[in-house]
């Protein structure tokens, strides 16, 4: 008779959504995790004779799923929520934000509205974040807190700001902090030029040759309005992703972000370098920037993920409100109703945004021996009846409230809708205080 094998904790959903292979969903079957890792994926009858599990969870009515990749946020900037609504992009910067981060911004800026954004994107069952601001390690040290992944941003822009005096000093300090911090399991990093607009193009020829040195990915707004590239042709001659090109930044590690505003033959260039887009619908929608043509991106082979952008411009770090504005946006810009199926917006929430920052091999998808980062759905909400397709109503019908747990690498972070070990009272307390200080 074969002893069963102690594992950590198996999980037995009604649904689980493996993203791997293209398109399952399985009923009446189980997840076994151990030691912060996929075990098996398997039938639950077969799972019950496998293992014997320190922690068993039964979610009947629930759908698990992959954790969901934030690909692109300027996490610590949650604490400009709602401060400079209804602009356009760059008055938005210049005369709000630019203006407010000049004052305010510090480590203690950067750490509280990090945390604040960890514990947001936990409750709406985001794993893993893509982030880009000042002051990596207070960043860091509020997503080590949360206990959640992050891929942190080695800022670059040629203007000083509190945190360094130009490009150069920028990378220094930022490398420093991926040197410190290089071996934190649940970090990695991004070379992350700010845009085009406000990086010299001998900053851009630099961060190309790290990337290369370091094999880091690259991180960089790209195209976002039409005015961005008007300028661009002004003062360089050429749109900004031909500048990126001669730049020899394209390539399987550049990750652009919006991406709205593309020539088909610029689409063409980065399918055919293997480059990745961070599509951020819901911010380009409210600080009119456009509809990204993510249906020909697909079709061009540039890999998309998904991003909220910073919730000063968003204003919600909510997956959900991406997906369900992703697909909808594809099929009205393209008048193709089957334009971005709930299955492929999944994939873009999941691996293929872990994809882009490296990281697929580790999540983004249910396979055995990926990281147990994880999240569970609950659908038997009366207002959320009937479900024909769990994946489907992922997208189209359910929303971040939905989110009961989470986990990162098999720890549970969020538990039936609140914070595992962490009172969030305390971020209350966060954002009265900094709302205090950005309206004085």
């Not at 102690?6 to 037995?12: M, P, Q, V």
């Not at 999941?350 to 990926?370: H, N, V």
Request: glycine share 8%.
């Amino acid at each position: 008779m074969t002893v069963p094998t102690t594992i950590d904790l198996l999980i037995e959903p009604r649904w689980i959504i493996p993203i791997e292979p293209a398109g399952t969903t399985l009923e009446g079957h189980a997840l076994a995790v151990d030691k912060g890792r996929i075990v098996a994926l398997l039938p639950r009858e077969e799972a019950a004779g496998r293992f014997a599990p320190r922690q068993h969870l039964a979610l009947p009515e629930h759908a698990l799923l992959p954790g969901l990749v934030n690909l692109h946020t300027h996490a610590a900037m949650t604490l400009m929520r709602g401060f400079a609504d209804d602009m356009p992009l760059m008055r938005w910067l210049t005369e709000r934000i630019w203006p407010a981060e000049g004052r305010h911004v510090s480590p203690a800026f950067v750490r509280d509205g990090t945390l604040l954004a960890c514990w947001e994107m936990l409750r709406g069952g985001i794993t893993c974040f893509n982030d880009m601001y000042f002051y990596p390690e207070a960043a860091a040290e509020a997503a080590r807190e949360a206990g959640i992944r992050a891929a942190l941003g080695i800022t670059v822009v040629e203007f000083a700001t509190a945190y360094a005096a130009d490009a150069t000093d920028y990378l220094a300090k930022g490398l420093a902090t991926r040197d410190a911090l290089r071996h934190e399991p649940l970090l990695s990093f991004c070379l992350a030029p700010h845009a085009p607009y406000t990086v010299s193009d001998k900053s851009l020829e630099r961060v190309a040759l790290l990337a290369n040195q370091l094999d880091l990915p690259v991180h960089i707004h790209i195209h976002e309005t039409r005015a961005e590239i008007e300028d661009s042709i002004r003062q360089h001659g050429v749109r900004p992703l031909a500048r990126l090109q001669r730049a020899s930044l394209l390539g399987p590690g550049f990750l652009g972000v919006h991406g709205v505003h593309l020539e088909p033959d610029e689409i063409s260039l980065l399918g055919e370098h293997g480059c990745h887009l961070a599509h951020c619908p819901t911010s380009n929608m409210k600080l009119a920037s456009g509809i990204a043509p993510v249906s020909v991106l697909r079709a061009r082979g540039v890999g998309l993920g998904l991003g909220s952008d910073g919730a000063a411009s968003n204003n919600r770090l909510d997956l959900f409100h991406e997906m369900r504005h992703a697909a909808l946006l594809a099929k009205v810009a393209s008048e193709d109703a089957t334009a971005l199926p709930a299955a492929t917006v999944l994939r873009m929430a999941t691996l293929e945004g872990a994809a882009a920052l490296g990281l697929d091999a580790e999540i983004g998808s249910l396979l055995p021996g990926k990281s147990a980062d994880l999240c569970a759905v609950r659908l038997d909400d009366w207002a959320l009846q009937p479900c024909f397709d769990p994946a489907s109503h992922l997208v189209y019908v359910a929303g971040r409230e939905h989110v009961s747990h989470t986990w990162v690498a098999g720890r549970l972070r969020i538990c039936e809708g609140e914070p595992v070990d962490f009172d969030p009272r305390r971020l209350i307390e966060i954002a009265s205080l900094w709302h205090t200080q950005l309206v004085m």
